[in-house]
């Protein structure tokens, strides 16, 4: 099974940023689609940011839940296997477990976490008021 691996949480004030970085371990796969999700303790997992790629590799569609939009964005690196996600002008309420999907085997919103066959262990992001 193929793990993908998260970095680049940590903690920080309001309004402060981060960025993440998503990959998978000790492989050069590369999904045409990727999401993240974040769970806060007692919560359900979300999606919050999505991307698809067409045929060639290259960013096709962008998803973002209203609670981020504006303030996070979801990219690819120039390698395509690594997915980043910037996250700028961080709220307390941002504070939860990151983790990274990639992988559609559910034809389901890019939101649904069933739609993702792979995911990362979790980074931690945590935002002092």
């Known amino acids: 099974q193929l793990q993908l691996v998260e970095s680049g949480g940590g903690s920080v004030q309001a309004g402060g940023s981060l960025r993440l970085s998503c990959s998978p371990s000790?492989?050069?796969?590369?999904?045409?689609?990727w999401a993240w999700f974040r769970q806060a303790p007692g919560n359900e997992r979300e999606g919050f940011a999505g991307l698809y790629t067409g045929a060639s590799g290259r960013t096709r569609y962008i998803y973002y839940a209203d609670s981020v939009k504006g303030r996070f964005t979801i990219s690819q690196g120039n390698a395509k296997n690594t997915v980043y996600l910037q996250m700028n002008s961080l709220k307390p309420e941002d504070t939860a477990m990151y983790y990274c999907?990639?992988?559609?085997?559910?034809?389901?919103?890019?939101?649904?976490?069933?739609?993702?066959?792979?995911w990362g262990q979790g980074t931690q992001v945590t935002v002092s008021s």
């Open positions: 999907a990639a992988d559609c085997g559910y034809a389901g919103s890019w939101y649904d976490k069933r739609k993702y066959n792979y």
């Open positions: 000790g492989s050069t796969y590369s999904s045409d689609c």
